[in-house]
């Protein structure tokens, strides 16, 4: 008998992760021992949860347990969500110009599927999406999946990387069929102030086209900078362009792998986006959405009942905050004392980008991919290359690590640039 292979689909032949390429770059080639004693430091994983020390709030683990011993979270659910999750979800996003209902609201597994369907919904072979630069690859990932296309708009360091609107405006073409927008920012850090998001909702509402708003790290900021979502501007501007938006538990409740995400419509006064709707709702049936036992916690931190669980969940949330915005303070305070290297301050989620100079160096490495490799080798820290987000000579840190931990990879960080700087 002759052999044979199987032929994968067109679909998942595109179906391709750019960071795969670029990571392999930095991490490939033979395992050497090391001899100098310096355990690996990841600064790379996007993974609140990575180092044990950002624990998720009792009532969400109690909740998750009562709902397993209850026997009462164990068969199929609705395709679009449990009918309380979905209810909780509308109710935490409504505000007195949004009135969110139940069917406003779909229920995914995880953020990244959420945005699967809002994409799968919108985008056709031949059509594009505009996304972010420096933006999250899922976006490019999902719509080359789909045999679309994305059309990158550039974000302006010097503005606390707001969105540069004439460039995102000369990106719009007859088959872009949305704008993505990620608020608050992975890999930036950066959060949009309302004026800024009024703006860019103009410019959707002038060319007739929906908003994608990735807002998973929504809430996640510092100081007196505030989360609006984008859905609450349109509100008060008049519902003038519409909102797809997706969120999770995964970063603001620290449980990534719980895999519960879910999107919210917000719609014009002339339902721009019903048809869209009703095209997830469908999509939906395909994969039933996230774990019913996961989903049977988010009423309980979205909504909670009691006196006690309302304030204990507040005080998570300040005290997750209050943690971040100190590492990212050491974080940006650290890195800018580096020969070299120029930071970007981030005000929210929890990631900052870092700009290599290489003329400031002496010719070890050329550009944030060698540069990152190079760290590596020497100071096995590893964090993940600009260029994976579409910004080149950058590389982002994620600062979830403890913070004596941090301590110590920015003190090689700051060793290794001082062995590299240029002699004049």
């Known amino acids: 008998m002759s052999d044979w292979t199987c032929k994968p689909s067109a679909k998942a032949l595109r179906t391709v992760n750019p960071i795969r390429a670029i990571v392999d770059k930095v991490v490939g080639g033979p395992v050497v021992e090391r ?7 990841p600064l790379s994983l996007g993974d609140p949860t990575a180092f044990g020390n950002l624990p998720p709030s009792q009532i969400l683990t109690e909740a998750a347990a009562a709902a397993a011993y209850s026997n009462k979270y164990n068969g199929y659910v609705n395709a679009c969500g449990v009918p ?6 509308a109710k935490h996003y409504s505000t007195e110009d949004v009135k969110f209902t139940s069917d406003d609201v779909v229920i995914a597994s995880g953020c990244s599927g959420a945005l699967e369907l809002a994409l799968t919904a919108l985008l056709d072979t031949g059509t594009n999406l505009l996304v972010p630069a420096p933006g999250f ?27 540069d609107l004439e460039n995102m405006e000369s990106q719009i073409d007859e088959n872009t069929r949305g704008i993505l927008i990620n608020n608050p920012s992975n890999p930036c850090g950066s959060v949009f102030s309302e004026g800024h998001l009024e703006d860019i909702i103009r410019l959707a509402a002038k060319h007739k086209l929906p908003i994608v708003a990735d807002e998973v790290y929504g ?15 349109s509100a008060k501007l008049g519902g003038i362009a519409p909102i797809i938006s997706s969120s999770g538990l995964a970063k603001q409740f620290l449980v990534p792998g719980w895999r519960v995400g879910w999107l919210t ?27 019913h036992l996961a989903q049977a916690t988010v009423e309980k931190v979205l909504d909670p009942e009691k006196e006690e669980d309302i304030k204990a969940m507040a005080d998570f949330k300040t005290q997750l905050n209050s943690t971040l915005a100190d590492q990212s303070t050491f974080t940006c305070d650290s890195l800018s004392s580096c020969h070299g290297l120029r930071v970007v301050r981030s005000s929210g989620a929890m990631y900052v980008m870092v700009e290599v100079v290489p003329s400031m160096f002496d010719g070890s490495f050329t550009d944030d991919v060698t540069f990152t490799k190079l760290l590596l080798d020497e100071e096995n820290v590893f964090a993940l290359p600009g260029s994976c987000f579409g910004a080149p000579n950058y590389f982002r840190v994620v600062y979830c690590a403890p913070k004596e931990k941090l301590g110590e990879a920015y003190g090689r960080i700051k060793d290794f640039c001082e062995r590299h700087k240029k002699v004049e």
């Open 137 to 163: 690859p899922l976006y490019e990932v999902i719509a080359n999946s789909h045999g679309a296309g994305v059309k990158p708009y550039r974000l302006d360091p010097a503005t606390g990387w707001e969105c």
């Open 35 to 41: 001899t100098d004693g310096k355990e690996r430091i």
């Open 219 to 233: 809430g996640m900021t510092f100081g007196d900078v505030k989360y609006v979502p984008l859905s609450a501007v």
């Open 84 to 89: 309380s999750a979905r209810a909780a979800i």
């Open 265 to 291: 419509f917000f719609d014009t006064p002339f339902g721009a986006i019903k048809e869209v709707k009703k095209g997830v709702m469908s999509l939906a049936q395909v994969v039933l959405g996230a774990s």
